[in-house]
């Protein structure tokens, strides 16, 4: 039995279908409190990460655990939180990081989650890790000024970034959980092409069918917008990895490819799956 925590987002959701389909028994854990639609067969099971008491029922008996955990992390007992994990007999954990983990290690963004990676390394489970760069999805911040002026505001147009898709994210921690193979491994987690805001942007109105205005932010007009809703060291860290990535953060990274035997699916692809968002 697998448990995928933040079951609702992104990752989490493709996940449990993946593992679904694929005959696994699998609860899907999620902390809100509005009914969550699952697949056929799914427990789904309210828990909350800050909360790690809530997790020991959903745990109980399983073989493997798919943990995300919101923002940097900061906010979490994660030592309790695999205590409780080693207790209810789980014998492995994936863990969704992020690429600046390895390449900004001691960025205030970052560094609650460089420290939760080393306790998942020391926890004595089989572990994975996963260090995605960029999300394809971080596009459906744009999906209102599409729909409603036809138009997309972001800051540093031409800098490219090896976006990924959520969907291929979820495709390797399906192996990882599944195959202990994967274990001890880190995994960086890219798109296949540099891809840029205005090129993104171009992405889209292709799959709409109509044009796309691109505006140029500066970088104080997006700090002002990501403040509402980020926490302003995550800010910062963000705004530098899109003006001045490194060399690193632009690297396409060959794990897709190696796990899943397949490229991982480009901008394209995820604007035409998801362009319903954007009409």
Excluded: C
């Excluded at 990882?176 to 798109?191: E, P, Q, S």
């Excluded at 205005?198 to 992405?203: L, V």
């Excluded at 302003?232 to 396409?252: H, K, Y």
């Amino acid at each position: 039995m697998y448990v995928v925590t933040g079951a609702t987002g992104n990752v989490g959701r493709t996940l449990v279908s993946i593992l679904a389909a694929a005959g696994a028994e699998v609860t899907a854990v999620s902390r809100g409190r509005h009914p969550v639609a699952v697949p056929d067969g799914v427990r789904h099971h309210r828990a909350d990460l800050t909360d790690p008491a809530s997790l020991r029922d959903p745990l109980t008996g399983a073989d493997g655990m798919f943990l995300l955990v919101e923002g940097a992390g900061a906010h979490l007992d994660m030592a309790e939180i695999l205590r409780v994990a080693t207790e209810s007999g789980v014998k492995r954990v994936v863990l969704q990081s992020s690429q600046a983990v390895g390449t900004r290690p001691e960025s205030a963004s970052h560094a609650p989650l460089h420290a939760i990676e080393e306790l998942v390394r020391r926890s004595g489970l089989g572990w994975t890790i996963l260090r995605p760069g960029g999300f394809a999805s971080n596009a459906f911040a744009w999906a209102e000024s599409v729909r409603t002026t036809r138009t997309v505001a972001a800051p540093f147009g031409e800098v490219g970034l090896p976006v990924v898709d959520p969907d291929d994210i979820a495709a390797v921690a399906a192996a990882a959980l599944r195959h202990g193979f994967h274990d001890g491994r880190t995994y960086v987690l890219t798109g296949p092409a540099l891809s840029t805001p205005r090129q993104r942007a171009a992405d889209l109105a292709k799959a709409l069918g109509e044009p796309i205005a691109f505006v140029e932010q500066t970088p104080d007009q997006s700090r002002q917008q990501m403040l509402r809703f980020m926490p302003a060291p995550v800010v910062e860290g963000t705004l530098s990895i899109l003006g001045t990535p490194t060399d690193q953060e632009q690297r396409i990274s060959p794990d897709v490819a190696a796990v899943l035997g397949r490229e991982p699916q480009p901008f394209a692809a995820w604007a035409a799956r998801n362009i319903a968002a954007f009409r």
